[in-house]
T-cell receptor, first 115, second 117 residues
Framework: GAVVSQHPSRVICKSGTSVKIECRSL??????MFWYRQFPKQSLMLMAT?????????EQGVEKDKFLINHASLTLSTLTVTSAHPEDSSFYIC???????????FGSGTRLTVV | GNSVTQMEGPVTLSEEAFLTINCTYT??????LFWYVQYPGEGLQLLLK?????DKGSNKGFEATYRKETTSFHLEKGSVQVSDSAVYFC????????????????FGKGTKLSVIP
């Protein structure tokens, strides 16, 4: 079946530094990838939608200059948290779709801790 | 806009008990409905889905029926196991705008299930 690999699974960084999270579709081409943020004991909040080769579409309230998304190929999307601060600490999850509508595969998530 | 409402947890059950997690939705179109499961420290896994009214999704002993008349998609399992302990999310997918990437998922807040031996 479809597999999405997300790395790293955990990362601890110092305040002010940038962190890159990768999301790869291993055995299918992902025309669309979604990035979510999950706060403790809460649901997933969609941050942005990216289509291969075009700029990401950010949800209202998400700072696009802080959360840089690149979807340069059909198998790779990256989320870079720039100048990270403790309030950016969260669980980030990516999801890939073939674009047909019903096929979503989630990555295993990245636990980001900013100290 | 679209929304999903599911029962708040946490839900604690003894092993072999019957499980129901309620889920209702609001959507402008004809959405597909999903249940996802999240085990501790992991991402989401698709548990089951239904794409049209009266469809029943099933997997690993879990079932949910797409009820258009009551806009519901309740999750049930006849006999839960300790290994079913996880957070369960109800979600819908509806077309939002145009283009191939327009099918976005809207999630409920999740229900934490704990099954004790």
């Amino acid at each position: 079946g479809a597999v999405v690999s997300q790395h790293p699974s955990r990362v601890i960084c110092k305040s002010g530094t940038s962190v890159k999270i990768e999301c790869r579709s291993l055995d299918f081409q992902a025309t669309t990838m979604f990035w979510y943020r999950q706060f403790p004991k809460q649901s997933l909040m969609l941050m942005a939608t990216s289509n291969e080769g075009s700029k990401a579409t950010y949800e209202q309230g998400v700072e696009k200059d802080k959360f840089l998304i690149n979807h340069a190929s059909l198998t790779l999307s990256t989320l870079t948290v720039t100048s990270a601060h403790p309030e950016d600490s969260s669980f980030y999850i990516c999801s890939a779709s073939t674009g047909i509508g019903y096929g979503y595969t989630f990555g295993s998530g990245t636990r980001l801790t900013v100290v | 806009g679209n929304s999903v409402t599911q029962m708040e947890g946490p839900v604690t059950l003894s092993e072999e008990a019957f499980l129901t997690i309620n889920c209702t939705y609001t959507a402008t179109g004809y959405p597909s409905l999903f249940w996802y499961v999240q085990y501790p420290g992991e991402g989401l896994q698709l548990l089951l889905k239904a794409t049209k009214a009266d469809d029943k999704g099933s997997n690993k002993g879990f079932e949910a029926t797409y009820r258009k008349e009551t806009t519901s998609f309740h999750l049930e399992k006849g006999s839960v196991q300790v290994s079913d302990s996880a957070v369960y999310f109800c979600a819908l997918s509806d077309k939002n705008g145009s283009g191939a990437g327009s099918y976005q998922l809207t999630f409920g807040k999740g229900t934490k299930l704990s099954v004790i031996p």
